[in-house]
């Protein structure tokens, strides 16, 4: 339906005078086509394209160009990145604020990753942190929380949080739709779930002291999808401990539906339903592992489980939005 | 009678526009709320995150439930036409239960029915291929597919369904036409002139409420298949391919005419999106024309990977720097102001997907030859540099 056809639809039944429909069809003639979120992707695509290409360069090419000059212009386009960012930063405030320019928030955003190419770099020359390997993640990762938090930036505090992540042992990959991880090893695991946890916790302190209140669901999101994907890997992985891990993630997915109903953020009751469905299936599974069932048991199975977590979700939904939409 | 209530939808979507226009302060709230009295809601509310589950758990309801059945079946006769009959049979029940379910709880694209509406037709389909004592080939599987899933999408106004059977079309199309001799050479031109009938009749239909989104979506699908089947990267490759050739591809004949398509076909866009302001041939002008040039690299580029990479980074940037300084104020019909009509949900994440995936290619060391993130053309075209 074109705003003209709901233009005529709101005249005929009287609910728009006449003057003003004419007036908002003229505006929707006339009024310019915003290319707003389409710069800001090519920005972000170009910041990552060049970012790439350095990376690549340095390590290709290193002989020939030799180290002064590429950690020279790297280090020099990195700081100019963020002597940018910092001129025009935010005012210091627990609030949610932004940059005074518009390219304060890309600015910051190269500055971060040149920094990691650069530090990977440096590791790799000249061996920086020697087998301290977890510092040379853990440094920029706790550098750039700090940041996202100083410049008030969700994407550079996804960088901090990927960073951490990777520290703990899971690397992240959308455009390769690639989740790594090394989660047959049990350290690994306890790993990913404490830093689940530090950031459940970093969460909930920061959402009731209001400390940037707008970094609560992005944390909770990525540190309850950790946690819970750590622990569901301890149900696949750890024949004898089964049970102990299953026990935890039930711990943890009931503490995310009763999260999300107070909050009424379907996400985390999402989160909780199908980790807590795939979870339980396996277990099941599992124990009936040898008893030779019969086919019809594990279909029969898979379509009540489903039905079930459909309705359960339906109904809680409604529970929950009664008193808000009505 | 369609699954969904015309008349609702176009309710809904008159609300959504007057919506729009109260956050953008040109409607009072007083005469957003008559109008919304006017038009009550009709359809159930939910939330994006529930319909994701309850999309997933409805198809894994159905498919293990279909599994159900077969097993239960399976006792009777053995045989691949009866599998058949049962996957009919249950596509036909599953239809029956989506039209209960929807008229019942007046839902409209709240999850459970997009799982439905995807399942029936792709049951009705497959057991129609399985009624076959041998599978048939890809182009008659196609054939089979496309009334179902027209008949369809006039039923419910499906988007996915829309994908499934823009794919049959141009598949089966792509794979008929292999089978003679005269269809190899003339395949671009079958596919460019296709396109431009889609994207004619597509622009030529009725624009009712019902069939937005799936007729915007064939506009889109039919331009980017234009300008791929017009670009001189994949005409060459997919010739080599065809021609199961090793190593570089063989020169094509009219390769002078491709290279133009190459380049005219992005730039006709490019025309048409500043000329009529339309954000869909403004982003596939772009991306046609970063393809365009991406396709030149290929065949004459001397630059190295990495080099070209940051060249283009560079140029990217600077373009968007000084589109965003020189449309400060709007500027030619275009403006830089937020006002919040994302076309895609992908363009507005741009910015989440480039910092993750920025970060694991910066944490990359070169333990291996492969790096990652180095793939960047779009457009649907050549995007190997």
């Not at chain 2, 954000?279 to 290929?298: D, K």
Request: with cysteine.
């Amino acid at each position: 339906m074109s705003p003209f056809d709901v233009l005529t639809a709101l005249k005929q039944k009287g609910l728009m005078p006449p003057e003003q429909a004419d007036a908002l069809a003229d505006y929707e003639r006339t009024k310019p086509l915003s290319l707003h979120y389409e710069l800001r992707a090519m920005l972000s695509v170009g910041i990552l394209l060049l970012t790439g290409g350095l990376g690549l360069l340095i390590y290709e090419h290193y002989e020939e160009i030799g180290d002064v000059a590429i950690l020279g212009s790297i280090t020099a386009l990195c700081v100019a990145s963020f002597v940018f960012a910092w001129r025009f930063r935010p005012a210091l405030s627990a609030a949610k604020v932004s940059s005074r320019s518009v390219f304060g928030d890309y600015a910051l955003l190269l500055g971060c990753l040149l920094f990691l190419s650069l530090e990977g770099y440096a590791q790799y020359r000249f061996n920086l942190f020697g087998t301290r390997y977890g510092l040379a993640t853990f440094l920029p990762a706790v550098l750039f929380v700090a940041l996202a938090y100083r410049f008030d930036h969700q994407g550079v505090l996804t960088i901090g949080l990927t960073a951490l992540a990777s520290w703990v042992g899971v690397t992240v990959r959308p455009l390769e739709l690639r989740l790594r991880t090394n989660f047959f090893d049990e350290p690994t695991v306890w790993a990913a779930v404490g830093l689940g946890l530090v950031l459940i916790a970093m969460a909930a302190v920061g959402h009731r002291q209001r400390v940037k209140a707008h970094f609560t669901h992005t944390l909770l999101a990525f540190g309850g999808n950790l946690l819970l994907i750590a622990l569901l890997a301890g149900v696949f992985n750890f024949e004898g401990k089964r049970l102990l891990y299953g026990l935890l993630l039930l711990v943890a997915c009931v503490g995310f539906d009763q999260y999300a109903r107070r909050d009424r953020s379907f996400l985390f009751m999402l989160m909780g339903v199908v980790y807590g469905d795939i979870g339980l299936t396996y277990l099941l599974g599992d124990a009936v592992d040898g008893m030779a069932l019969p086919p019809e048991v594990y279909m029969l199975y898979f379509t009540l489980a489903s039905v079930g977590a459909a309705l359960y979700l339906i109904t809680n939904y409604r529970k929950l939005s009664r008193d808000e939409t009505l | 009678m369609k699954l969904y209530n015309e008349t609702h939808i176009e309710e809904r979507d008159l609300l959504r526009q007057v919506e729009q226009w109260q956050t953008q302060g040109l409607v009072t709230a007083e005469q957003l709320t008559a109008i919304r009295a006017a038009y009550p809601r009709r359809f159930k509310l939910t939330n994006p995150f529930i319909e994701i589950g309850l999309f997933l758990f409805t198809i894994i309801a159905a498919m293990s439930a279909y599994g159900l059945v077969t097993v239960l079946f399976s006792g009777l006769n053995n045989g691949q036409s009866s599998l058949g009959v049962v996957a009919i049979l249950f596509g036909i029940g599953l239809f029956f239960l989506t039209k209960t379910i929807v008229g019942d709880s007046n839902l409209c694209r709240n999850g459970v029915d997009n799982a439905l509406v995807l399942l029936v037709p792709l049951f009705l389909i497959g057991g129609l291929i399985l009624l076959f004592p041998i599978t048939p080939p890809f182009w008659v599987c196609c054939l089979i597919a496309l009334p179902i899933l027209l008949a369809m999408i006039w039923y419910t106004g499906d988007t996915i369904l829309t994908y499934f059977a823009l794919f049959a079309l141009y598949g089966g199309l792509f794979h008929r036409l292999l089978d003679y001799g005269w269809g190899k050479p003339l395949l671009p031109f079958i596919f460019m002139a296709v396109s431009v009938g889609l994207y004619a009749l597509a622009s030529r239909l009725p624009n009712s409420a019902y069939y937005a989104d799936v007729l915007s979506q064939v506009r889109w699908t039919s331009l980017v298949v234009l300008a791929a089947a017009g670009n001189y990267f994949v005409v060459r490759e997919l010739n080599g391919l065809l021609l199961d050739h090793r190593g570089a591809t063989p020169e094509i004949p009219l390769r002078g005419l491709f290279w133009a398509t190459t380049f005219g076909i992005p730039s006709v866009y490019a025309l048409l999106g500043f000329r009529r302001k339309s954000r869909m041939f403004v982003i596939l002008a772009v991306l046609g024309l970063a393809a365009a040039v991406a396709t030149v690299r290929h065949y004459y580029g001397t630059w190295p990977l990495s080099v070209a990479l940051a060249v283009d980074g560079t140029v990217l940037i600077g373009l968007a720097v000084l589109a965003i300084r020189l449309l400060r104020a709007p500027r030619y019909g275009f403006s830089d102001d937020d006002d919040g009509e994302a076309p895609l949900l992908v363009v507005r994440h741009a910015g989440t997907l480039t910092t993750l995936q920025g970060t694991a290619n910066a944490q990359q060391q070169p333990t291996g030859p492969r790096f990652g993130g180095g793939d960047f053309g779009g457009g649907g075209a050549g995007d190997a540099y």
